[in-house]
């Protein structure tokens, strides 16, 4: 019995020193890590394995947002804090050569550390090495270059007729609905919609979100389930390892799975009907098949990954600029008033809008401006410097995550003054040239700007200035005008709102 005891006390004794010893190496790495950025300025740690995780979560329980908590604490700390979780160091600036440097001239690479959750999420392949989360600058240089042609603005004016036809699905459904009594969420509108154009224009599917309202389809509730998945996983450091989450998680790879296996059947079969020599549409699906066949060395999956990003980028970022557009207009008459008599007086009733309609449309591209100054879909963008760099005195070493939001230069008083009122005069020629460079990027700078910024663009106009021309709207007395961060900013609850026609909607 003796001898167990002391067996079992030297076993004892052996695991303890190796915790010891293990968070003895932990401390001294998270020691060395952070006193590279001890001359930067920032909230206090307020646990030292933790870093500023509890600062982070007491902001989230208050029903602020991680770019509202930016913008929070670049009020505070300046144009240059720091901010670390575990053993990470992250630097947040506002600084407007700083944002030149690491996004334009300085071409340094993406953040893979703020990207690992998109890349793969929960151990599933998600971007994978799509254009957007592409680290190799090198690689990304030749595969953009590949899929330029796809967005050029001479190939997308051939995309009208699909556009407009799919556009006025939406319009005929909203007609019917438009009693005055009955409540639509125009962010669930929207979300049908630009899914089912980005299906149609892109890949050649008719999706029929719009039409089909009886239940969603399992490509809309994939790519749903797996935006909740990152938000939950971004929020909570500690999501995978609690029990209560497993099933979730559980459905969230199910979901992914799904995407995965959809993409690439949608590939496959086209490659098959080009190499048979069938007749297919001119779409960017077209494009990218053929860009493999002339480039054989291209991976499979990479071009997967691709076309899942085109399809969850493409529809999620244009359905929340728009649901955010018709909450700032309802709350400025005078706004909405004067974008309707310029609607009117461009196209009068015409039904079908053309590329050259809406680019006449100079107010209506103010609006657009604007409500992506105060709502910016995709709010942050993250770099890390190839080399040691200096911003604003401090030196940041290389390699560090390095974060600008558009959203936080967008509402500080020194570049756009009364920054949270609703001005697309903002945006006129002469004013437009006055703003700080570099404080505006919603579609963030430089060659990584993102390759959808045109099509996106002339989207969204066309389907505001079709709303605009045909409906009076009123927002819900429940309507929350918060904002809601998951992944991308959306407006709490839906803009939910009552539809009405217009007198001179002739149907």
Known sequence: LYRTTMDWLFVLGVVISVVLCVLTFISIYIIHGRRKYSHIPGPPIDNFFLGNFHLFNKYMKEGMFFSAMT???????GPVFKMSFMQATFVFTSDPQA???????????????????IIYLFRERFFGKSLVSEIDQKVWVWRRQLMNPCFQKSYLRGLESALNTEIDLLITRLA?????????????????????????????MEMNNVVNRTEKSEF??????CFRGISENVT???????????????DVRKALRFLRVFSKQCFEERKAAIERGDYTPDDILNHIVKMKLEN?????????????????????????????????????????????????????????LSI???????????????SLRLYPPGPNTFREPKHDIEILGYKIPAGTPIAMSTYVSSRLEQYFPDPLKFFPDRFSPDAENKITSYTYYPFTL??????????????????????IQRFNFEMDPGQSFDIEESTTLKPKGGAVCTLTLCDSFEG
Not at 71 to 77: A, F, P, R, T, V
Not at 220 to 225: D, E, G, R, S
């Open 296 to 352: 054989p060395e291209l991976d499979d999956e990479v071009i997967v990954d691709d076309i899942i990003v085109f399809f969850v980028a493409g529809q999620e970022t244009t359905a929340c600029l728009l649901s955010f557009t018709m909450i700032c207009l309802w709350q400025n008459k005078d706004v909405l008033k004067r974008l309707r008599t310029e609607v009117y007086d461009a196209v009068g009733m015409k039904s079908y």
């Open 176 to 204: 019917g609905l438009a009693d005055g009594k009955t409540k639509v969420s125009m962010l669930d509108e929207f979300n049908h919609l630009t899914l089912d154009i980005i299906g149609k224009i892109a890949f050649g």
């Open 71 to 77: 913008l929070d604490l670049c009020k505070k700390y």
């Open 99 to 117: 944002v030149r440097e690491l996004q334009i001239t300085g071409n340094h690479p993406k953040s893979y550390i703020t990207l690992e959750g």
């Open 446 to 467: 430089g060659p990584r700007t993102c390759i959808g910024k045109s099509f996106a663009e002339i989207e969204a106009k066309i389907i505001l200035a079709k709303i």
């Open 356 to 370: 050259e309609d809406v680019n006449k449309m100079k107010y209506l591209d103010m609006v657009i401006k604007e």
């Open 236 to 250: 909570d450091p500690f999501f995978t390892f609690k029990i209560s989450n497993w099933s979730f998680i559980k």
């Open 220 to 225: 809309t509730k994939a790519i749903q389930l």
